[in-house]
């Protein structure tokens, strides 16, 4: 069986009855490549594995081909979301008492039977404007220090 291309028929009368064309799949391009560039093979060992000559191989690797990537599953466990609804549900708990502000977020979730870890609850409080923070310690203004601090702001006034 001769190819419909000229050039391909020329190619096998003159080689001989012995010569066999290869076809490639798409898929059996970008393998080879992908044996090539990222696994490191070299083309003697990509060559044994397809069962073909090495020349063919070496042929389809000077090809520009589309770099295709497999795809990759999802990693890790899936994000935990909470609805809008169940924020704004935790954040009226989490507000509702004084005893209640000084309990975890963790403590709150678990009042309103939800599960989450620390982190997860912190961003989604911060992400509907629900924030804590611890106040800062303010000193008591004594009599002495009242003196001073007058004594100093009337040396430096302009």
Request: contains cysteine; aromatic residues 10%.
């Amino acid at each position: 069986m001769l190819p419909a291309n000229p050039i391909q028929a020329a190619a096998i009368a003159q080689a001989g009855a012995g010569y066999t064309l290869y076809k490639y799949s798409l898929n059996d391009k970008v393998e080879c490549q992908t044996l090539y560039r990222h696994a490191e093979w070299p083309t003697t060992k990509i060559a044994k594995y397809f069962n073909r000559p090495t020349p063919s191989i070496q042929t389809i690797l000077k090809q520009n081909l589309p770099i295709i990537h497999a795809p990759t599953a999802p990693r890790g466990r899936p994000a935990l979301k909470f609805t809008e609804e169940q924020i704004n549900y935790m954040i009226a708990h989490a507000t509702a008492l004084q005893e209640n502000k000084r309990k975890t977020l963790v403590q709150i979730a678990q009042e309103c039977g939800y599960r989450g870890n620390e982190k997860t609850l912190r961003k989604a409080f911060a992400a509907f404007g629900y924030g804590r923070q611890i106040a800062r310690k303010k000193y008591t203004l004594t009599a002495v220090y009242r003196a001073e601090r007058l004594a100093f702001a009337l040396a430096h006034a302009h």
